[in-house]
Each structure stands twice: as C-alpha cells, then as structure tokens.
C-alpha cells in the first residue's frame, strides 16, 4: 500500500534512509519486528531514531534526547566560559542564548515532561551559564532566592516556565486562531461554547476555558493534551484574551515571573 501510494504521487522511497520503529509501552516486552518489504528491500527495525533533531524511542521515554540535551549544553557551556574574557556581556548573552539555551527550547513541549529531578538538573545548567558566562560572576548561586536573582537579571525562565510558555504559546497560534492551517489536527481541544452539553464538561470558569478530559492514569495526565488543558485554563481572563500580535508572548512571561510559586502544579 505504502509503495503503491509513492508510485501514484511520484515519489520514492530511500530505503538506506528509511526505518521502522514499533511503539509500546515502557513496560511491555517487546517480542516482535516490523516486516516491511518495499520493492524486495527489507525496512530495518531500529528501538530508537534521530528524527530532526529529536531523539525517539520505543516507549517515547525521550531519555536518550533528554541526556543528549544536558550533555551538549554542559560542553557548550565550559567552551564559552573559556572564551568569555574576549567578549563584552551582551555578546556573551547572545552566544549563551544562541548556543546553550536554544538546545533546551528545540521541542521542548514534545519531550518536557520531566520530573523533579532532571528539572533541577536542566535549571543548574541554566542558572550557571548566567551566573559564570553571562554575568561573569564567580560567587555561586545556593539558595532558590539567590537563583531566582540570577535569572531575573537576564529575564530568563526555568525550563518549566519554559515549557508553559511554547506550550500555550503553540495553543493560541495553531488550536485557537481560525487562520491556522493546523487547527482541524486537534478537535480534541474543545472550549465550553463549542461543545455546551459535553460529557466530560466539568465546571469551567469562562468560555476561553478548555473542556478537562476524564483521565483515570498517571499516564494520560502526564499527556501534552491533559497539561496543556490544565495550564491554559489556569491562565487569568485577560491574558486569554491577549492576540498574538497584541504581545501574548510578553504579557503571559510576565504572569509566569509573577506567580512563579503557584505555577507548577501541574509539573
């Protein structure tokens, strides 16, 4: 079918390119592969693919992307402290952005569901390439008050205000604007004017509000769809209502900045 499917819209398919992955749960064996013969090659079956940029695997754990993302940013960060005596602030700030920050950002909302732990560890990057690249300070950061210093002189976010940000910055570019050639990908997103006598309604605060799915496993509330409901509804009225263009970018940052101690409850 896949073949015939590439003849009809002349295309071909790169089989030395191509692989074959079989998705399953990170606690279910594996007991067999994918055969898949396009004009008498056979498809190799891989348990994990580079795609883009983005490291997948079978149980779409993305460890393997997640220990690639801390293992360059490290490298890159000890590279430019070497350098940083050469450069003024504002060109260390734009190399450290450009060049460690821009590492944690690729795809973030896709394979950002971390826990505790591997969220400090991605923050310590962050708050060091600050504290000894950007502002070339050698008095070490200890306490979360010193942290949060650190970061608001830069305006910089944690790597969980980083994800609430593309998160519903991703919802009112592509789920919510009736010009966005993506919005038919998602019907599951359903505000409470769009669907009044739903089933899963429950109890909404304004018509901006999402409908909140019934999720009975610790697995579909860790879903980008079961989050990004949750966050976006936690949202004030006013900053919902912000375009795009008008700056939602900005004026959701500075509700984050302001309420950084209730915000991640849903992390």
């Known amino acids: 079918m896949l073949s015939n499917w590439c003849k009809e819209n002349k295309m071909k398919i790169h089989v030395g ?8 749960t990170r606690y279910q064996k594996c007991c067999r592969e994918l055969h898949i013969n396009i004009n008498g090659q056979i498809i190799e079956n891989v348990n994990q693919f580079k795609y883009l940029g983005l490291v997948i695997n079978q149980s779409l754990s993305f460890e ?13 960060l000890h590279l430019l402290k070497r ?3 050469y450069f003024s602030e504002k060109w260390r700030l734009i190399f450290a952005t450009s060049l460690i920050l821009s590492l944690l950002e690729y795809c973030l909302p896709v394979w950002g569901k971390l826990n505790a732990t591997k969220s400090e560890r991605l923050n310590k990057i962050i708050i060091r ?21 650190v970061l608001e002189k830069l305006n910089w976010l944690t ?23 993506l919005k038919d990908c998602f019907p599951s997103f359903q505000q409470k004017s769009s669907s009044q006598d739903s089933e899963e309604q429950v109890c909404l605060r304004n018509e901006k509000d999402f409908i909140v799915p019934r999720m009975r496993t610790e697995f579909g509330k860790s879903t980008f769809y079961y989050r990004t409901i949750q966050m976006w509804n936690q949202l004030p009225a006013e900053v919902k209502e912000i375009q795009i263009e008008e700056g939602f970018d900005y004026r959701l940052r500075q509700h984050i900045l302001k309420d950084r101690t209730n915000i991640y409850q849903y992390f």
């Open 64 to 76: 393997e992307h997640y220990e690639k993302t801390c293992r360059n940013m490290t490298n890159r």
């Open 17 to 24: 390119k191509t692989k074959a992955m079989l998705f399953r």
């Open 129 to 149: 390439t600050a504290n000894s690249v950007v502002l070339n300070n050698a008095k070490s950061t200890k306490t979360c008050e010193e942290r949060y210093e």
């Open 159 to 181: 790597v969980e205000e980083r994800l609430i940000v593309y998160s519903l910055n991703f919802v009112k570019k592509n789920i919510l604007c009736e010009t966005s050639s």
């Open 83 to 85: 350098y940083k005596k």
